[in-house]
């Protein structure tokens, strides 16, 4: 859907005597990425700064979206600005199809903020592709309460005390957290927090590192959680939604993004006011463990006849004044860490900004969506959880990692 179809006004209509002096800047975002009313208020202010300028919002479904972002690029006449997931700009960088961003980065978009968890997924080889636009991490979502009752006055501060915490909690017919047994975007928190990685990249070959001693030591401290209620083994947290077996009210504790606790409540009204949230502890008392970083970045392909025009949008949309009202009408985190006080008056919202900050993204390999397609971390935590030999199964989902990254590698 293009901007002209959203919003009356979006730029000098048909028939315009300046319509020939008129460009226009066709930007591709995500279905619900951005509500109307931003979109609206951006592109006012933006052409009124900018009269030679017109911009064509065009509304892009999820289904379906990488081959059509493949094919974009591959064209003479591809939109001038995208929205791509964080994790997925690697995969179109190394098809040669995106700009270089790399000098603008550096002199006109404060890129020395930015969290970590977009810019760094949003780099192949030291050149910046894609420039971070809004984050969105998980957190953990309490009953309030179900603490009270426990005697725990305030959210834990570090992984002891929230073991501890859910040990009291999980007791008189409560689940003191419920956490599935294949939610290996947890776990992936939990091994960057012990200095591990999923995979890393040596001598241009990647490698699945689930068996180094960061990684083990991770995944006993998911075992020990995870047995603290009655998450399923062998599924993840949507199967079934964690939302629901939470507004069933016998749970403590689940891991999940603050929005969810929305749905908890329309699920069960009897809800509303005693969920409370935090960021999920780290190893260091005070300070918040590492949590993947879901998001956005926007990219602007080779092919664009629009550059100059392009990088002027997309500063504006990384800017300051522009991140600070996505992050306030969408509940998302700012693109940089200076910003997070922007959403400090959402209790969920300012959680997940604190725990942003020690965020991460999957490995940076463009083809780590196979991974994920025949997920071998979800088959190895069920194992594990099930009673298979630990350092074996880490062995042997870490082989499977990198067959699947050094076959995708030797293809392309």
């Known amino acids: 859907m293009a901007c002209g179809a959203l919003l009356t006004g979006c730029g000098l209509m048909p028939g315009s005597s300046a319509e020939e002096e ?18 609206k208020r951006f592109t006012e202010e933006f052409e009124k700064q900018h009269p030679d300028t017109r911009l064509d919002f065009q509304v892009q479904p999820w289904a379906g979206i990488g081959p059509k972002v493949n094919k974009a690029l591959e064209g ?33 978009f404060g890129g020395d903020d930015w969290l970590p968890g977009l810019a760094h997924p949003g780099a192949v080889d030291n050149a910046q592709y894609g420039i971070p636009w809004y984050a969105a991490s998980r957190v953990v979502i309490y009953r309030k309460d179900l603490f009270q009752q426990a005697g725990i006055k305030k959210p834990p501060q ?56 960061e990684a083990l030591r991770a995944m006993k401290f998911y075992q020990k959680l995870q047995v603290l209620g009655d998450g399923p083994k062998d599924a993840d947290e949507e199967k079934p939604p ?34 409370g949230f935090f960021p999920l502890p780290g190893k260091i008392t005070g300070k918040p463990g590492s949590v993947f ?38 509940n998302y985190v700012p693109n940089k860490g ?10 969920g919202v300012a959680a997940m900004a604190r725990g942003t900050l020690e965020g991460r993204a999957t490995p940076a390999s463009p083809k780590w969506g196979d991974v994920e397609a025949n997920n071998p971390i979800k088959t190895y ?20 990692i990198s067959r699947i990254l050094q076959r995708v590698g030797e293809e392309e």
């Not at 008129?22 to 990425?33: A, E, F, G, Q, R």
């Not at 929205?83 to 997925?88: A, D, K, Q």
């Not at 200076?338 to 209790?347: M, T």
Request: hydrophobic share 40%; net charge negative; no cysteine.
């Open 158 to 213: 570090d992984r002891d005390e929230w073991l501890q915490a859910t040990k009291k909690l999980n007791t008189d017919g409560k689940q003191g957290i419920y956490l599935a047994g294949q939610d290996w975007y947890t776990l992936a928190g939990f091994i960057w927090d012990e200095g591990g990685d999923l995979a890393v990249e040596t001598a241009g070959k990647w490698h699945g590192k689930l068996d180094t001693p």
């Open 242 to 275: 964690q939302a629901g077996q939470f507004a069933q009210g016998d749970i403590a504790q689940i891991i999940a993004t603050p929005g969810t606790a929305k749905l908890i409540e329309e699920k069960n009204p009897e809800l509303r006011g005693k969920l």
């Open 76 to 108: 003479s006449n591809p939109p001038d600005i995208i929205e791509v997931g964080n994790t997925h700009v690697a995969q179109y960088a190394v098809r040669g199809g995106l700009e270089n961003l790399t000098l603008e980065s550096v002199r006109d």
């Open 338 to 347: 200076s910003l997070a006080s922007a959403v400090a008056g959402e209790e």
């Open 22 to 39: 008129t460009k226009t800047v066709t930007i591709w975002l995500m279905k619900d990425s951005a509500s109307r009313e931003f979109l």
């Open 381 to 400: 935590m069920t194992k594990v959880l099930g009673g298979a030999d630990l350092e074996a199964s880490a062995k042997s989902a870490s082989d499977n």
């Open 293 to 330: 970083v879901g998001g956005s970045d926007l990219v602007i392909p080779q092919n664009t006849d629009q550059r100059k025009a392009a990088v002027a949008v997309v500063k504006e949309l990384a800017s300051e004044k522009w991140q600070t009202d996505l992050a306030r009408t969408m």
